[in-house]
Every structure is written in structure tokens, then in C-alpha cells.
């Protein structure tokens, strides 16, 4: 997998978006999951759409979402024409792709960011080996050997560097963004989230049949782990925010913290 598909920037409060609530009041909990996996489906593609000609094509995605077919086709289509808000829907489509406009336009900053980053970093780097080659074909040519040495150990510096700058962790063996992991938890704060991540570990761990894509199944795990809370505490009083459904939710950090140290008090 490449470094570029562990993560994208995303509104943290996504479930607040007007066209996302008509989504939950009919697709519920399920539906906001689906909405996240197609968008992280999407993110991983080189046009960040997803292809839609073939016959075929919802079923393939059906199977990634553990879905049936004819209801993911039902959602994609409601959510392209009915859930709106100012004339636009939750995702685009034509004959041949579906897409979200969201994404497109963050992941146009992004890649625009990433471009201007590439481009200084070979007139960076070009400057570096110029004058390196300037330096080298005035020094004598027993300094040579160590000049080429100097390069060749900035440069396995730099990937070290490179590589240790990744702030990566490992989810049931597989590497995961931990700016990913953040925003996760921020859409499930109703939730002991770190219980849920090493039970999550546990299953997967525990010799079970191999994890094709973590984040999925990361997400859709968080998932039932949410509706099974509302079911347990449908009347949970709390000073914090309230969501649709009746579950607890924190607008800032300091907000989050307060949630936790009342529910490690409620669970002691």
C-alpha cells in the first residue's frame, strides 16, 4: 500500500452536514458507515473516483462493504438524487464514475500541496548534487572516494529520517496512520474507543480468517460497537451534546477528556 493512502483530511463532524442527517434518518448508523468506506474506496483510486460502468460494479462494491447489492445500490442512487442540500447531493455520478465533490476538492489541495513540495525538493536537491560535482572535480582524486561516501550516507539519512517522520502504528499487523486512527475516535467518541481497538486486535489476532483492508474493518467494527452502546444506554443522561440517536458527543478537546473521566466514574 502506498504512503499516500493511509490517510486524508476529512471533516470531523461530517455526520452534522444537512445531507448527511436526511442519509441517517433512513440508512441510519449502517449508512454512515457505507458513506466512509466508498470515500475511503474512492481516495484510493488515481482519479479519487470510483468506476461504475461495468455491470457488475455495485456488486464488487457490495462484497468490499459486506453489502447486499440491490440495497447499496439503492443508497448510492439516494444519495446521489435524494439526499441534497442546495441542488447537490452527497455523491456525483455519470455513466461510467461515481465521486464526491468533497473529496476532490480536498484532495486537489492536497496533491497541489504535495506537487509544489516535489518540485522544491529537486531544485533542493539539484543545487546539493551540483555542488557536490562542483566540489569534486576541483578536489584531488584521492577525496574522491569519501566525497561519494558523504552523499551516499546523507542520502540513507535522509530516508531513515524520512521513514522514522511516518507517524505510523500497527493495527492486528497492518500499519495505520495515526492521524487516521485521531479522527476515528473523534467520530466515535460515544465509545470506550481504545477497549474497542485491542478487542479489535484480539479478533484479528486470535487466528482468524486474514484482514484484507484494516480500515474497513476497523471502521465497521466501530460501528456495531456504537449502536450496542446506544442500545445499552438509550437514556444516558449527560450535560454534553446530544446526537440523533441520543448518544454523547464532544465538540472539543477539553469536551472529550470530561467524557472520559465520567465514564470511567459511571464503570467503576
Given at each position: 500500500?502506498?504512503?499516500?493512502?493511509?490517510?486524508f483530511?476529512?471533516d470531523a463532524?461530517?455526520?452534522?452536514?444537512?445531507?448527511?442527517?436526511?442519509?441517517?434518518?433512513?440508512?441510519?448508523?449502517?449508512g454512515?458507515?457505507?458513506?466512509?468506506m466508498?470515500?475511503?474506496?474512492?481516495?484510493?483510486?488515481?482519479?479519487?473516483?470510483l468506476?461504475?460502468k461495468?455491470?457488475?460494479?455495485?456488486?464488487a462494491?457490495?462484497?468490499e462493504?459486506?453489502?447486499?447489492?440491490e440495497r447499496?445500490?439503492q443508497?448510492?442512487d439516494?444519495?446521489?438524487?435524494?439526499?441534497?442540500?442546495?441542488g447537490?447531493?452527497?455523491?456525483?455520478?455519470?455513466?461510467?464514475?461515481?465521486w464526491?465533490?468533497?473529496?476532490l476538492?480536498?484532495m486537489?489541495?492536497k496533491?497541489?500541496?504535495?506537487?509544489?513540495a516535489?518540485?522544491?525538493?529537486?531544485?533542493?536537491?539539484?543545487?546539493?548534487e551540483?555542488e557536490?560535482?562542483t566540489?569534486?572535480?576541483?578536489?584531488?582524486?584521492?577525496?574522491k572516494?569519501?566525497?561519494?561516501?558523504q552523499?551516499?550516507?546523507?542520502?540513507?539519512?535522509?530516508?531513515k529520517?524520512?521513514?522514522e517522520n511516518?507517524?505510523?502504528t500497527?493495527?492486528?499487523?497492518?500499519?495505520?496512520e495515526?492521524?487516521?486512527?485521531?479522527?476515528?475516535?473523534?467520530?466515535?467518541?460515544?465509545?470506550d474507543?481504545?477497549q474497542?481497538?485491542?478487542?479489535?486486535?484480539d479478533?484479528?489476532?486470535?487466528?482468524r480468517?486474514k484482514?484484507?483492508?484494516?480500515r474497513?474493518a476497523l471502521?465497521?467494527?466501530?460501528i456495531?460497537a456504537?449502536?450496542f452502546?446506544k442500545?445499552?444506554h438509550p437514556?444516558?443522561?449527560?450535560?454534553f451534546?446530544?446526537?440523533?440517536?441520543?448518544?454523547?458527543?464532544?465538540t472539543t478537546?477539553a469536551?472529550?477528556?470530561?467524557?472520559?473521566?465520567?465514564?470511567?466514574?459511571?464503570n467503576?
Amino acid at each position: 500500500m502506498s504512503k499516500d493512502a493511509y490517510y486524508f483530511s476529512h471533516d470531523a463532524n461530517a455526520r452534522n452536514d444537512p445531507k448527511i442527517i436526511q442519509m441517517l434518518s433512513v440508512y441510519k448508523a449502517e449508512g454512515y458507515g457505507w458513506y466512509w468506506m466508498l470515500i475511503e474506496m474512492m481516495r484510493e483510486q488515481e482519479n479519487y473516483r470510483l468506476s461504475i460502468k461495468s455491470k457488475y460494479a455495485v456488486n464488487a462494491y457490495a462484497r468490499e462493504l459486506d453489502a447486499d447489492a440491490e440495497r447499496l445500490q439503492q443508497y448510492i442512487d439516494d444519495c446521489v438524487n435524494e439526499f441534497t442540500c442546495d441542488g447537490k447531493g452527497i455523491f456525483d455520478k455519470n455513466d461510467e464514475y461515481l465521486w464526491s465533490e468533497s473529496l476532490l476538492r480536498r484532495m486537489k489541495i492536497k496533491d497541489g500541496i504535495a506537487e509544489k513540495a516535489r518540485q522544491a525538493a529537486l531544485i533542493r536537491w539539484g543545487k546539493v548534487e551540483d555542488e557536490a560535482e562542483t566540489s569534486e572535480s576541483i578536489a584531488p582524486a584521492s577525496n574522491k572516494d569519501a566525497s561519494a561516501m558523504q552523499r551516499k550516507e546523507r542520502k540513507e539519512r535522509k530516508e531513515k529520517e524520512t521513514k522514522e517522520n511516518k507517524d505510523t502504528t500497527t493495527i492486528a499487523g497492518h500499519e495505520v496512520e495515526a492521524n487516521w486512527l485521531i479522527d476515528l475516535n473523534q467520530e466515535f467518541v460515544e465509545i470506550d474507543f481504545y477497549q474497542e481497538l485491542k478487542k479489535f486486535e484480539d479478533y484479528w489476532t486470535g487466528g482468524r480468517r486474514k484482514l484484507k483492508n484494516v480500515r474497513l474493518a476497523l471502521r465497521k467494527w466501530m460501528i456495531k460497537a456504537m449502536e450496542f452502546f446506544k442500545e445499552k444506554h438509550p437514556g444516558t443522561d449527560t450535560k454534553f451534546t446530544k446526537g440523533k440517536y441520543g448518544h454523547m458527543v464532544a465538540t472539543t478537546t477539553a469536551d472529550l477528556e470530561r467524557l472520559r473521566t465520567e465514564r470511567a466514574r459511571r464503570n467503576q
